[in-house]
């Protein structure tokens, strides 16, 4: 899929539509209009005769995931509107395909090639020894090469804090954590979150549970499976359920909705309120912000100003690369305290384990 952004069509089909017009009709004023669509200077496209390519590598699941593989998505068609890139996308259906569909990319001219999810590790190690003039980014990876940028995020810093609202705002003193694979990644989501409530409240109880074991892709789709433990937890008290699960997370929110008042799910990656329903909306406290956007966008920028070195980049929250969203209003009566958390953190006072 290539995808870049033109207006061209658009202003030569309203040309078009002007002298249409002037024929029919005659008018004084419609002489006026035809002569200022033929003498008016003729629109461009910015990024006309760009040679930039981007190509972006997804793992299986891709767009439509409403959270991390989207919000990687959004940062590539940042640069393809700010910064000219022409972006190529590629979507692993297969454990087996990653390796090819990185290769594809390369072949397709593209620099950089951007690898999306920490399952890329051996495949894109491979590629990148192979193509040492090619620039590759890795999000959620780590690889010492030089021509690798790995895109790492402190995922515990942002749970910490809707741990914490999740605390402040639960009247019934349990809330819960619905993770993915059970690996380290997302070990951290859930050790930040625990430590966030922790902070506020030592007592609260905060169930946990995971969709699958390591290696077992189906955890990043399974809505159904997040909603049964979701509704299940709801059932016996807890009001609030973190879910850091990729698309699974929307089952934690429809068991919500269907929980009714004061139940609430907590989002991930991206604000899940910004493409949920009214309905989902009155549900959703808040959500854990992994700024994967940008880290994809910097990347292509970066490449494009020059810089094709490897090396290791953290997107936490002093840097703005992790955070909380407060789409709702739902967290305006907490917001002091949860901003007192995060100077605390982003000043080293607190220091947020990776691990429950």
Known sequence: MTKRKGIKSAVLAIAAFALIAGACGGSSDTATEETTAETAAPATDPCEGSELKLGLAFDTGGR???TFNDSAARGAEQAATELCYVVSELEATSDDDRKPNLEAL???GNNPVIAVG???GGAIEEVAAANPNVTFGWVDGYLDLPNVKTLGFSEQEGSFLVGAAAA???ASGTIGFI???EIDLIKRFEAGYIAGAKAVNPDIKVESKYLGAAGDNAAWGSPDKAKEIAMSWFKKGADIVYTAAG???AGTIDAAVEAGEGKWAIGVDSDQYLTATPDQQAHILTSMLKRVDVSVFLAAKA???????GGFKVFDLKSDGVGYATSGGYLD???DQLEAFKAKIISGEIVVPTKP
Do not use: I
């Open 64 to 66: 439509g995931d409403g």
């Open 106 to 108: 390369v072949a397709a």
């Open 118 to 120: 920490f399952a890329f």
């Open 168 to 170: 402040l705002k639960s």
């Open 179 to 181: 993770g993915g694979q």
């Open 247 to 249: 698309g699974s997370g």
């Open 303 to 309: 490449v494009k100003e020059g810089d094709v070195t």
């Open 333 to 335: 009566d907490v917001a």
